[in-house]
T-cell receptor
C-alpha cells in the first residue's frame, strides 16, 4: 500500500514553462486535494475534487488547472509558470465515508518546485 | 477571511516535560479541528482530531477544544526528542475546505 504518491519530487522550471504534477492514491479514497506550502504561510488549498468527475477551486487557484483523471489520479497543471509559484506542492486524499469536515487527509511526499 | 493562528515558535522543552501548543481560529462556525505533525522536509501526518468541547486523549497526546473561546490546544506529555517537528493546527468549517495554521516548531532537548 503506497498511500499517496507524487511525481516528480523536484523540478526546476523557467518562467513561462508549463508542467504537470502527478498524484495518485491507492486507498480507494473519494476526495483529493492540491495544496501549496510556503514558509510562514501554512498549507493553502489550490483545488480539490470531492469525487471522481468533479473539481472545485480552493483558496489560491489562479495560475493552476486540475484534472481528476479517474478515482485514483488527480493532476495539477501550471500552464505558464511564474516565480511566485515556487513552493512545495502537496497532494492529499480523504476517504469520503464521513462528512467532509470530519475526514482526515492523507498527504503525499510533496513536490518541490523552483521557478526561475 | 477565515484564519487559524499559531505561534511560530520555536517552542523549546526539555525531554520528559509537557509541551503545550496553542491555536486560535476566527470562524465560529468551525466544526472539526485537527493536529498534524510535520517533520522537516516531510509531509504532514495526522496526530489527533477533535470535534467536541473538552479534552480528548490518545497516548501521550491530549487535544483540548474550547469553542466559546475559539481555541484548540495540543498537549504532549513526556516529550521525546523524536517529537521535535512542526505542528500544524487545521480547522474545517464544513465541506471540503480545511484551513491550516502556519505551524509551531517544537524542539525537545535531550
Amino acid at each position: 500500500n503506497a498511500g499517496v504518491t507524487q511525481t516528480p519530487k523536484f523540478q526546476v522550471l523557467k518562467t513561462g514553462q508549463s508542467m504537470t504534477l502527478q498524484c495518485a492514491q491507492d486507498m480507494n479514497h473519494n476526495s483529493m486535494y492540491w495544496y501549496r506550502q510556503d514558509p510562514g504561510m501554512g498549507l493553502r488549498l489550490i483545488y480539490y475534487s470531492a469525487s471522481e468527475g468533479t473539481t472545485d477551486k480552493g483558496e489560491v487557484p489562479n495560475g493552476y488547472n486540475v484534472s481528476r483523471l479517474n478515482k485514483r489520479e488527480f493532476s495539477l497543471r501550471l500552464e505558464s509558470a511564474a516565480p511566485s509559484q515556487t513552493s512545495v506542492y502537496f497532494c492529499a486524499s480523504s476517504g469520503g465515508r464521513l462528512a467532509a469536515f470530519q475526514e482526515t487527509q492523507y498527504f503525499g511526499p510533496g513536490t518541490r518546485l523552483l521557478v526561475l | 477571511q477565515k484564519e487559524v493562528e499559531q505561534n511560530s515558535g520555536p517552542l523549546s522543552v526539555p525531554e520528559g516535560a509537557i509541551a503545550s501548543l496553542n491555536c486560535t481560529y476566527s470562524d465560529r462556525g468551525s466544526q472539526s479541528f485537527f493536529w498534524y505533525r510535520q517533520y522537516s522536509g516531510k509531509s504532514p501526518e495526522l496526530i489527533m482530531f477533535i470535534y467536541s468541547n473538552g479534552d480528548k486523549e490518545d497516548g501521550r497526546f491530549t487535544a483540548q477544544l474550547n469553542k466559546a473561546s475559539q481555541y484548540v490546544s495540543l498537549l504532549i506529555r513526556d516529550s521525546q526528542p523524536s517529537d521535535s517537528a512542526t505542528y500544524l493546527c487545521a480547522v474545517s468549517t464544513g465541506g471540503f475546505k480545511t484551513i491550516f495554521g502556519a505551524g509551531t516548531r517544537l524542539f525537545v532537548k535531550a
